[in-house]
């Protein structure tokens, strides 16, 4: 609310009229406020008068409104005519208490006899204010003068006026044309009504021939309707007439023919001719016509010569034959053309409009309140076509008839008022006219003397959002008008980047910040005194969307959920409103408002649309909006039609349906073959969502159904309804079976194999299929075998893996398939018999051997050679006995190769290895067995190492041999070195030891040091792998035990008791004499320096100024409040660095004090305790350190 009121202040509807005082502009106007009022003279103000121009209802009484106000209130008077119209002398006539309204009972007495010109005077003691010439009159609504109106004859084609001129009516009529039923007459750009009520025929017709064209005339303010007598029109084709028949019709009638009835270029009936005038007062409508007649009707059209017609003001009716024009100005005077048109030619009209202007201010005269000897000025200003005339009067009074006042002078139509005296008050009237009207308006001048007053209410609060303009109103009143001046915090406030000062004193912060709240005093002053009033301003957080909705694509049924999260000041409450496309929400439980969300259940097409979300409080608001877009599978496409129907191809067309917000991306076509499968639909083809239309090819002997199924992000649409069915005749087949295969199952078979053809593949009844084959290149012929309902036959009586040539052809009733393809393919395979000979071994090194053999002739194979499957395994090892031998392994080689490699063999081993051929069938017979050995290696890493502690500087190295010696061991090399506490490692040492040996102790190592051992077996082929260990030497507890924690002992911690304890007493010490009122060296100066603006701290070292020598010696006594009567923020806060010399009183890390509790050095402070008052706290810690 405060920050609306103090917008409203800055749009100037204040609870105060505007204060403006000066020289020869100032003026004051009397605050609306009544506590203000109260007391306060005030001239006449005319509040409420009748209009100039007012029309009466003869059945009614008529009430003349005069209302003013004043101080004190004001009498009433009037005028009839111009003399003065004496109420209380008609008994007829009532003027209301407390007012100036007439209220005359015209009941038994003719309206007529108070018709005229009245003017209501109001007036008291400090002058008369005068309200407009108020002119009364009767309505009238006379009737039609009686009249026979003959009918009227007139030849088809041609064009016809009908009038109605009714009756002069006040106000003047409503008029409209009926037949007898009172059903309006129909109206068109042929028939039509002109402005002054008659009815134009550009051009007539046989079908206009009726006998009630009757124009009715309704009067607005005693609501009756006139009728004119009925008019008989009627219509002759003269060609289609005989003389005789024709003189029948002509008889006592008016006969519209004495033109050709043909078709003829347009000619305009109204207005006549080529040119005329019409004159408009400004502000007032214009209405500019133009009816033509014509064979065809023309058509009408306006422009303006010079110009353009005045955009957003002008506007067509009666069917383009009536240019209206609202609001007229200066610059709508011209010329206007009117262009009648039809296919014979053209012609135009030219309307001269001429724009005069009854009068209008340019500045009325506002009312003065002035101060004794203060000048002012009355200005009247008004514009008008022709210029005004403007006369002045006073007190109702023509100005040159009034009492000469020596303080008064006109000049170029303004009063100047110049020290103005006590008792000067006056109303002026300021009266401005030419012939088309006239303007009165009252000013009064009243002259007071009043002291300020601020009327805006005390203590108020505004408050305002950061970053946004701040009011503060200190509305005033005082005669002379009060000076406005603006403190903040005792600062006073001008005109500035940060502040603003409206004429209407309106203190104005252009972008409050957090540090502009606080209180504001406004003070008015004038000569009779000051008076002063504070506000306050508070400068809150904004309201902002912190998480605002976003924008949505749901699908239909499901739920939308639009966050609206806010964040706010603490003090204000922001409310949450929610709009539909700026409207309210629906009343629908679907629709859940929660604390900073809105939730869509059950969404729906109608749900789709903007949402806004609205955050106010009562000082600013946040919006955001976000678009909610409902998307669904699309409609199932409708309108399925076959067109372009052939033998093996035909165009399938639809409509789409409803996308619903997701485009389409594809359709499917899909069909139904009721003759092979009925009800299975199989998708045929798909087209882009951009066609309605597919070229379909067909296959024969085929009952075909198809529709269509629209595809979008949703999902696939329902099928649609399924097109008519259609049928293709039966051929024979495009196709042969697939994927024909010839597979050898056994040495004396073979199996043929293929892929049927499908229903739809068939092409026509009787499917069956030709299986021929012959061995190839044995000029053989080929035999065949004709086969139903089966995809394989086997060939038997075949030799072993012969090459053999097979087709596989599609029969129907209608002929055969296309020529097969021929596909080549083996009958079945046999075991070899023979194994490979020439067996050899290359031994390469302990753990790899290659192997070579001879290839086994290709007529043993009996079949397709796959490869060769070579198998070794382990006897035995060299160096010592194992329980059996292992499982062999195998290699296999493929194709023909010759010679493989034997890896992963073990070193120092006896192996034995054989190979065999082996083809699709299985494995031929094995080769005899070759032994072969592998040399030494390498042993394998030695088994359980383990370091166990002796003594001090001796550790016991055990293990075991390896498991794999793979040759004979020759012994094993030992490797250790030190690891420090940082885990860096010490120089190595190398022990060779024996084959035999698994284990040794080392001595002479250091104590308590922890070793890295490293251990490798070693053959006459090197060393084997690594293992590692750690070990420990023992630690030595005497020399632990001579190493003593000085922080465990009693006697440290006693002592260190007894220091802590020391120091308590010192600063409890301290702090009782300090609170007891000791003397301090500080306290002195203090004393000795009651202004602080002559010795203030220093402000870099924050230490105290320097004091006078003649004065360090004075003794202090009592409070510890500083003499300038400053109190800190809380004095349980003091310390005793506050009263040192800066940051010089400090503790040494002893816990001693360095320097001294004064503002000087030691010398001051040995002084100080010369005084016979109790030591300070400083000299009492120095007597005890």
């Not at 019709?249 to 005329?276: C, I, K, V, Y």
């Amino acid at each position: 609310m405060d920050r609306k009121r103090s917008c409203t202040l800055c749009g100037g509807a204040v609870m105060m009229l505007l204060l403006l005082l000066g020289h020869m502009t100032n003026a004051l106007e009397v605050p609306l406020d009544p506590k203000v009022l109260e007391g306060l003279p005030q001239p006449p103000t005319i509040t409420h008068q009748s209009p100039k121009d007012y029309i009466i209802d003869p059945r009614e009484n008529i009430i003349i409104h005069c209302e003013a106000k004043g101080k004190p209130d004001p009498s009433f008077s009037w005028t009839r005519n111009g003399t003065h119209f004496d109420v209380e002398k008609d008994s007829k006539v009532i003027m209301n208490p407390k007012s100036g309204t007439l209220v005359i009972d015209i009941s038994g007495e003719k309206a007529e006899a108070y018709e005229g010109v009245y003017q209501c005077i109001a007036r008291n003691e400090h002058g008369s204010a005068m309200s407009n010439n108020i002119v009364i009159r009767q309505s009238r609504s006379p009737l039609w003068s009686k009249e026979k109106i003959k009918p009227i004859t007139v030849q088809r084609g041609m064009s016809l006026a009908l009038q109605c001129r009714p009756p002069a009516g006040l106000p003047p009529p409503i008029i409209f044309w009926m037949d007898n039923n009172f059903q309006r007459l129909p109206q068109n750009s042929r028939v039509s009504q002109a402005l002054n009520g008659d009815l134009y025929f550009s051009n007539v017709l046989m079908d206009d021939t009726r006998n009630d064209y009757i124009c009715y005339a309704r009067f607005p303010y005693t609501q009756t309707i006139q009728q004119k007598q009925p008019i008989t029109v009627n219509v002759l084709d003269i060609e289609a007439m005989n003389d005789t028949v024709l003189a029948a019709f002509l008889n006592g009638s008016d006969f519209w023919g004495d033109s050709p009835f043909g078709e003829r270029a347009p000619n305009f009936m109204q207005p006549p001719g080529t040119h005329s005038t019409s004159m408009v007062l400004k502000g007032d409508t214009l209405q500019l016509e133009c009816i033509a007649d014509g064979l065809p009707t023309p058509d009408i059209s306006w422009s303006k010569v010079n110009g353009d017609l005045p955009s957003g003001r002008f506007s067509f009716h009666t069917f383009q034959k009536t240019l209206k024009i609202t609001e007229v100005t200066e610059a709508d005077g011209g010329d206007y053309r009117c262009l009648a048109k039809n296919r014979l030619g053209s012609n135009h009209h030219i309307i001269t409009v001429v724009v005069r202007a009854a009068p209008f201010w340019i500045s009325a005269p506002q009312n003065l309140i002035l101060a004794p000897k203060e000048s002012g000025m009355l200005t009247c200003r008004a514009g008008g076509n022709p210029k005004p005339t403007i006369t002045w009067s006073v007190n109702g009074i023509p100005i040159e008839n009034s009492h000469k006042d020596p303080s008064r002078k006109i000049e170029n139509s303004d009063i100047i008022l110049s020290d103005v005296q006590t008792g000067s008050s006056s109303v002026y009237q300021c009266n401005v006219s030419n012939e088309y009207g006239y303007l009165l308006a009252n000013a009064f001048v009243s002259v007071l003397a009043e002291p300020p007053r601020v009327l805006t209410p005390p203590n108020h609060v505004y408050s305002v959002v950061t970053n946004s303009r701040a009011l503060l109103d200190c509305a005033s009143f005082g005669s002379p008008l009060p000076k406005i001046t603006w403190f903040k915090d005792s600062q006073s406030i001008v005109d500035s980047d940060s502040y603003v000062i409206h004429k209407n004193n309106t203190l104005e912060i252009n972008v409050a910040r957090p540090l502009n709240s606080g209180k504001y005093t406004c003070i008015a002053s004038n000569s009779l005194g000051n008076k002063e009033n504070h506000v306050y301003l508070e400068v809150k957080d904004p309201t902002r969307i912190i998480k605002q909705p976003g924008y949505k694509v749901v699908q239909r049924n499901s739920m939308a959920v639009f966050e609206c999260r806010v964040k706010h000041d603490p003090s204000l409450f922001p409310s949450m409103i929610w709009l539909k496309d700026n409207m309210e929400l629906p009343d629908d439980t679907r629709f859940e408002v929660g604390s900073d969300s809105l939730t869509i259940h059950d969404v729906r097409e109608d749900d789709e649309g903007n949402y806004t979300c609205i955050r106010n409080t009562t000082l600013d608001q946040d919006s955001a909006s976000a678009m909610l877009t409902v998307v669904d599978i699309p409609d199932p496409p409708t309108d399925l039609e076959l067109t372009d129907q052939r033998e093996r191809s035909v165009q399938l067309t639809w409509t789409p349906g409803d996308e619903q917000n997701s485009p389409i991306q594809l359709f499917l076509i899909q069909y139904e073959d009721s003759l092979h499968g009925p009800g299975v639909w199989v998708n045929m083809t798909e087209v882009s969502g951009t066609s309605t239309t597919a070229h379909l090819e067909l296959s024969p002997y085929v009952y075909y159904s198809f529709r269509v199924l629209a595809l979008n992000e949703m999902g696939l649409s329902e099928p649609s309804t399924s097109s008519g069915q259609y049928r293709t005749n039966p051929a024979p087949p495009d196709v042969n079976p697939s994927d024909v295969e010839v597979i050898g199952m056994s040495p004396d078979s073979m199996t043929v194999t293929w892929r049927e053809l499908t229903g739809l593949e068939s092409n026509g009844p009787g499917l069956q299929y030709k299986v021929s084959w012959r061995q190839k290149d044995l000029d053989q012929k080929w035999t065949s075998l004709t086969l139903v309902n089966v995809s394989q036959y086997v060939v038997t009586g075949t030799p072993t893996f012969a090459l053999y040539e097979v087709t596989v052809q599609a029969v129907n009733d209608y002929g055969f398939g296309p020529r097969p393809q021929v596909v080549l393919g083996y009958s079945g395979e046999d075991l070899p018999t023979v194994a490979p000979e020439n067996l050899k071994v290359s031994v390469q090194n302990g753990t790899l051997a290659e192997v070579y053999w001879d290839a086994v002739p290709l007529s043993t194979v009996r079949g397709r050679l796959n490869g060769y499957k070579v198998s070794y395994w382990k006897m035995r090892s060299l160096h010592k006995e194992e329980p059996e031998p292992e499982k062999p392994q195998e290699l296999i080689i493929h194709g023909s190769e010759t010679e493989g490699l034997l890896i992963d063999l073990h070193p120092y081993s006896q192996y034995t290895l054989n190979i065999r051929a082996y083809n699709g069938k299985g494995n031929g017979p094995t080769s005899a067995n070759q032994i072969f050995e592998t040399p030494e290696g390498v042993p394998g890493p030695p088994a359980n190492l383990e370091v166990e502690n002796l003594n001090l500087d001796s550790l016991i190295i055990k293990w075991a041999p390896p498991i794999e010696y793979n040759g004979h061991l020759t012994g094993y090399l030992l490797k250790y070195q030190p690891i420090n506490t940082t885990d860096e490692l010490g120089p190595f040492k190398e022990l060779l030891l024996k084959a035999n040996e698994t284990s040794i102790t080392l001595e002479n190592l250091k104590h308590s040091t922890r070793y890295k051992f490293y251990l490798n077996a070693m053959t006459v082929k090197g060393s084997g792998p690594t293992v590692t260990e750690e070990g420990v030497t023992i630690v030595d507890e005497a020399m632990t035990s001579k190493q003593v924690d000085i922080a465990t002992q009693g006697w440290f911690i006693g002592l260190m008791c007894a220091i802590a304890l020391l120091i308590l007493v010192l600063l409890i010490v301290c702090f009782i004499k300090r609170n007891k009122g000791g003397k301090y060296p500080v306290k002195e100066k203090e004393d000795a320096h009651q202004d602080p603006e002559i010795q203030p701290m220093k402000e870099d070292d924050g230490t105290f100024g320097e004091y006078s020598d003649t004065e360090d010696h004075k003794p202090l006594k009592g409070s510890r409040t500083p003499s300038n009567g400053t109190v800190k923020k809380d004095d349980s806060d003091d310390s005793l660095v506050d009263y040192g010399e800066g940051g010089d009183g400090q503790f040494n890390e002893d816990g001693s004090f360095i320097g001294q509790y004064s503002g000087k050095k030691e010398k001051d402070t040995a002084e100080g305790n010369e005084s016979s008052e109790a030591p300070s706290p400083v000299n009492a810690m120095n007597s005890f350190v």
